[in-house]
């Protein structure tokens, strides 16, 4: 299985964050502070892409008011000296040709994350004495050959080798949350009860991410308040049904909050997840499918997209536009269905449209024995190319009825649509 | 109307305009197995005759409408036409890179057991053995596959043939 390492940095990284990554793939890695590895290559297929998997990890990152920056690469060992500002994607099978233009320096952040700290001192050491011997790039010293790197720099840049022609396997260890999902936040400048919900609706977009990550609902959460003098207390409240939303975590811990009363200002509020559950979509009712089905549907739609893109699969909305191709379009999988009774309106044009369409149109040339019946002219938008179609309804003498139009800028015909 | 599967393949004639013969059609489509709409020469409408299927279906069944899912190789479905028959947000369109693929995404679809209705439009036909497998799944899942070929399938695996008799199309 290939293996698509995202690398992120920042000073801000959490075990929170880290858990929340569950929802993008299992496979996220112990990793030294500071730095995340997770291996999304299992998962790319059903998160719908990489550019996909990049945006709801940027989505997680807006939740947790984290920036920083990340790559995704093939190898966690390359990843450190990849990346650069922002997110990068680099394509899939193009390592070592990547590798070589970067400055000698980057050779310090080569291998195992964990070893860096440890190994810091000599690799400055090797580099300075590779800059001194008039190596440039990664590529001077990938460019040698292994046995001459062993007798000049010695073990270490045997490893180094090693490490940029991904010749050994680096294994980081799997990530495993210990401690009870819990989130603790500063109330120094929280005054009311107001301020301190404000507070906690962003703190419990954390928690909800953490939740979804472990695949957990809430039963049973512990506030510990910590005041600026006097005794800190505890409160336990137990929902009525396990919740995993934010908004309603937020509904249950706004009522909850209200009666409660504090003698001396807050200085700290500590919130523990102490019981939870296993979350499985649509248990709310034992006779009600109609989450698991809509989940269902999702997934589905999702790799139908992956596989046929967005524009060719999915549920289609209509736009205001005379044109065929322009009047719809496809709506993103991640939308859900709205609940609908009964048929749209259909446009008063749609009457004498055909019912399926050649996407995209085929350009054809009717013959006189074609009979063409002219049905309507539509002028493209003043500010877009195109100029004026002139449909027609065309008889070939195998008996079809196919919708033709005439281009008046291209001066060629298009079979656009079918009545058969 | 009684089917009869496997022996005999009762063939309906039938025109998506007039509701009596639509309703036949529906009565004709129980739960499960595949249907074929074809064309006859004259230029009637299968796709449009698929499409007031769904409509009388919608007309006589309760509750929320049901998922469906229609799958072509050359083309799609028009919206705007389309939002007169069924409401777009309970209907998936795909337009699939091959003939073939219509076949293996549309068995696909069925065994998902998501849509009630299946509609595949493929600009070649596809071994029997695929037709076997389509028609087992559709019965296990109970979905009713609407097939539209160019070409007449060979009519063991299905358990309707209708042929949509010609009219001229509402365009004026």
Known sequence: ?420 | MPLLRHKELPTLSASPYASGGTLSVLTALEKGGLSQILSLRGGSSKTRFALSCLRAYLGFSYGPPPLSIWISDEGLLYPPVLSSYWPLSRFVLVKASSAKEVWTAGLEAVQSGLFDWVCLKASRGCEAAHLRKLQIQSERTESRVLLLPRQKLPHWPLKLSIEAEPKEVAYV
């Open chain 1, 1 to 420: 299985m290939k293996q698509r390492i995202l690398y992120f940095e920042s000073p801000k990284i959490s075990t929170t964050l880290q858990e929340a990554c569950f929802c993008l793939t299992p496979m996220v890695f112990s990793s030294p502070s500071g730095s995340l590895y997770m291996d999304i290559g299992q998962t790319l297929k059903r998160l719908g892409g990489e550019s996909k998997a990049l945006e709801l990890f940027g989505e997680l990152l807006h939740t947790f008011q984290i920036e920083g920056k990340g790559v995704l690469t093939d190898r966690p060992e390359w990843a450190k000296m990849l990346v650069t500002s922002g997110t990068t994607i680099l394509p899939e099978g193009a390592g070592p040709s990547l590798l070589s233009p970067l400055p000698m320096e980057k050779i310090a952040l080569c291998g195992d994350p964990f070893t860096l700290t440890e190994q810091f001192q000599a690799r400055q050491d090797l580099v300075s004495f590779m800059r001194r011997i008039g190596m440039k790039c990664l590529g001077d010293f990938m460019q040698l050959p292994l046995p001459a790197i062993d007798r000049r720099f010695g073990k270490l840049g045997n490893d180094l080798w090693e490490w940029l022609f991904g010749k050994k396997t680096l294994c980081l260890p799997l990530f495993v949350p210990l401690t009870p999902i819990q989130i603790t936040f500063q109330t120094d400048s929280v005054h009311s009860l107001e301020g301190l919900l404000f507070s906690l609706k962003r703190s419990l977009l954390q928690l909800e991410c953490a939740l979804i990550g472990r695949a957990l609902v809430a039963k049973q959460l512990r506030l510990d308040f910590k005041l600026d003098w006097g005794e800190p207390f505890s409160k336990t409240l137990t929902l009525s049904e396990p919740v995993q939303s934010a908004e309603r975590l937020f509904r249950a811990l706004r009522d909850f909050l209200e009666p409660i009363r504090w003698s001396s200002p807050l200085q700290e509020l500590h919130l523990e997840v102490t019981e939870s559950r296993p979350a499985v979509p649509g248990q709310l009712s034992l006779f009600d499918k109609v989450e698991n089905r809509r989940h269902d549907l999702h997934l589905y739609l999702e790799r139908l997209q992956y596989r046929y893109g967005s524009t060719n699969a999915g549920i289609s909305e209509l736009q205001e536009s005379y044109l065929p191709e322009r009047s719809w379009r496809m709506r993103s999988a991640q939308k859900t269905l709205p609940p609908t009774s009964l048929p749209n309106h259909p446009p008063a044009y749609a009457q004498s449209r055909p019912p399926f369409l050649y996407t995209p149109p085929k350009p054809c040339i009717p013959n006189r024995t074609w009979k063409l019946t002219p049905l309507e002219s539509i002028a493209s938008e003043w500010w877009k190319p195109g100029g004026i179609r002139k449909y027609f309804l065309a008889n070939p003498p195998s008996g079809e009825r196919l919708w033709v139009y005439f281009d008046s800028e291209k001066r060629q015909w298009y079979l656009q649509g079918s009545f058969e």
